[in-house]
């Protein structure tokens, strides 16, 4: 499995955060606060849960990482780039270094897995030798290499959830961003998920994962970021759901 | 490498996109070739227009009746003096007999023998100056006018001015008319563009996040909107081509000009409406596809 995602060797520079936010606010042009002074420190190799009522700025904290948002002030880096002194000619080569899965998959239906997947590769101006290599190799790490010619449609909500962790990976990310992944998955198959993303995250990959299931959380004990009203009310590692006292 | 790639990637995803909306992409190649028709119509009327112009142009002199009286040395320097004049390009002296000599020759091809019935006519001695710069007609005239010896002054510049009026103005409507029809076309190839865009929104969106560059997702859809030049030009360079022997000898009959046609015509058509096409489907759906992006971006 370490030659399908390059496992991050600890070096004294591993503490450097892979994701830096500071004194980030964004306001919405209506005047709706979405963030407002959040400090967040993510190491490499981290794995973190995003936690907060609906409206409570996560999706926000997401758009401004993938560089889709830019703040209203702050500054946010990540994976060593500063966002906000990008140019947009660059955001191409930030988005290859952060994966991204989202609760509705958005897997394109029309193609197959394997194609869903070589997609990325594909717009991406990688050489066929490159894409024939690595799609079969992300498939197997999903468990999905049985299922490569299936359409979308053919596959159940898990299945549909490893193909977009699978596409996420193709150009070997920093990040991986999940955005309610089990959102839209029964109890087991959300563990099943999550069992993956523990494994990609202990090959070095740091996990992000906005969600509002208590269970996993709870169960997880990691480091939880807790957003109320844009405001980051609570970062606390080896955290539960809600505050313990 | 990687161009040769990104090249193949966007080829391959207009071509799959140009059928993938099929429908579309035929009507806005069908307003290509209307407006590419209507183009060749308008190129081929204005060409033969233009060789009558060119004829005229080339025929247009000013013929100045001199008195009978003119003495040798005022012929001389009346030669002379229009000679020095700018747009002239040369002076012809036509003596009463030279010019009798013309008259007869002009019924003898007609076929006719010139009867005078015994009286004896005498035709006026004239200048006749060819010009190389047809708007110099009105200043040689006027000089000529002025001068105690010329008795009349002809210039061929009234029917010249008609043509070139009439030319005029046919260009301007056909040209009005290939815009609006072009505009037409713009609009169509826009519409077909943005529609495939929106279609493809979440292909898009799903292209952006896992990093690929503006290019790879504007140039396919470019490059779809350029198809539909494409077609649309060949199309029709092969309709044009199809009536092409018939249309040669029309035009000579029409403008009654041997000149209407060149030999290069074709070719010069054929280079208009591919230029034409491919230029009209780029800009179209690069308008498309710049909104789309910058609007979602």
Redesign the interface.
Known sequence: MTSLLRRRARTPDSDAPVINMVDVGMTYPNGKVALADVNVRIPSGDFVFLVGPSGAGKSTFIRLL?REQLPTHGHVTVAGRDLLRMR??QV?????RIG?VFQDF?L?PSKTVGENVA??L????A?GSVVRRRVPQLLSLVGLQEHVHHLPTQLSGGEQQRTAIA??L??DPAILIADEPTGNLDPVTSWEIIQLLIQINQLGTTVLMATHNQEIVNAMRRRVLALEAGHLVRDEAAAAYEREY | ??FV??IG?SVVRAWQGFWRNAMMSLAATATVILMLVLLSALFLVISGLNAGLEFIESKVAVTAQLEDDILVPARERLIEEVAAMPGVASVEYVSPEAAWERLEAAYEETGQSLETGGADITLFASLEVSLADPDASTNVSEVLDDEPDVTRVLTKQAEYDTLLNIINLIRTVGIISVGLVGLTVLFMIINTIRIAVYSRA??I??????????S??RWPFILEGILCGLIGGVVTIALVAAVWDPIQPAMVQVFQMPTAVSDQFLTTLSLLLLGVGLGVGALGSWISVRSYLAAT?
């Open positions: 993938i947009r000619g191409p080569a930030l988005r290859r991204i958005r394109l997609f990325a594909d717009v991406t101006g050489p596409r996420a193709v150009h | 490498m990687p790639r990104f990637f979440n292909e969106e799903i292209m952006r996040l896992v990093g690929a560059s503006d790879f997702i971006r």
